[in-house]
């Protein structure tokens, strides 16, 4: 083949593979703009991409930045998955929550996942009732683990739920979801369901044990608040308290405060105040009642995400802060935001 001939091959190539037609990516829902603000944060042209989808219930998203990937679990099939733009959809990692032989959970998998300091994974474990570190890379999974903490007081967690790392500490919260029979299960060793600390030394601190259903948790991003979702149909409600240290290296909380409350959306939206995502600008994106709620740092509600067919339940941020990924029932969803 001559050179004008290896070039009109290429040419004719491209000329092909442009008019393949594209995969088209499904859309859902809406944008409601309350506030011109949100302009800033999300442009009137952005959609809300399906970018997976065919799941049980999906929790807990985790960006990883370096690896150009998103980890989920999917809490009743016991998996993490991971999504990439090249790929899609890959099984990541089973069992992820539940390590044993029987179990009567209906949601034994792993929720919350975050990485450490030193990048390792780390899962809120239904079914094994415990947070636990991954002993494996992230790009070689293995269904090893190694707890960081189970047990308050002697006590064994309800479910551990949703988890964030501040300075060298945890911060869980633990309502009752992945135990068979709620809170009447037999094996319920904890009477409520507490928000703790969990210390580099690994002491487990009880921060709050009045919330009837403690479930996402986030800092502000000067560290001087913490917010917890209570994802109770009778008590839909945000709190946020302000963060005591005593210079000793001892936390407390104090001043909590009805952030927002959802309450009365809940006969008539899907979801409840669930896990939450809080970007650099203190911008807050949490999910709740019919959706994903945006509040801007002054904590004024601007916006919603709003998805009709099924509820909302966790949020994660991309390392740059123009993506926004949400877990949505059935669906992984992504919305690209303006920066």
Known sequence: MTLKQRILSIVLLAAVAACQPSKEIKTTGSIERLDPGLDAIISPEAKIEIIA?????????LWIDDKNMLLFSDIPKNSVFKWTEEKGTELYLNPAGFTGTNTNSKEPGSNGLLLDHDGNL?????????????L?????????????????DGKRFNSPNDAVLYDNDYYLTDPPYGLGNGT????????????YRIAANGTVTLLVDSLTRPNGISFSP??????????????????RYTV????????????GKIFYDATSLTATEKGLPDGMK???NGTIFASGPGGVFIFNPEGKLIGKIKLPDAP??????????????????MNMLRVKLRK
């Open 122 to 134: 780390i899962l809120c474990q239904h079914g094994d009732r415990r947070l636990a570190t991954m």
């Open 312 to 329: 909302a339940s966790n949020t994660a941020l991309s390392g740059d802060g123009k993506t926004l990924f949400i877990t949505n029932d």
């Open 278 to 280: 809080i970007d650099a």
């Open 184 to 195: 009447e299960d037999s094996t319920k060793e904890i009477p409520f369901h507490g928000v």
């Open 136 to 152: 494996a890379p992230i790009d070689a999974p293995k269904s090893e683990f190694k707890s960081i903490a189970d047990k308050f």
């Open 244 to 255: 005591i240290k005593d210079g000793m290296g001892n936390v407390s909380l104090s001043n």
């Open 222 to 239: 000067d560290g001087s608040y913490l917010f917890v979702a209570n994802s109770d149909p009778a008590k839909a409600i945000w709190y």
């Open 53 to 61: 989808d065919g799941f049980d219930w999906t929790e807990g998203p």
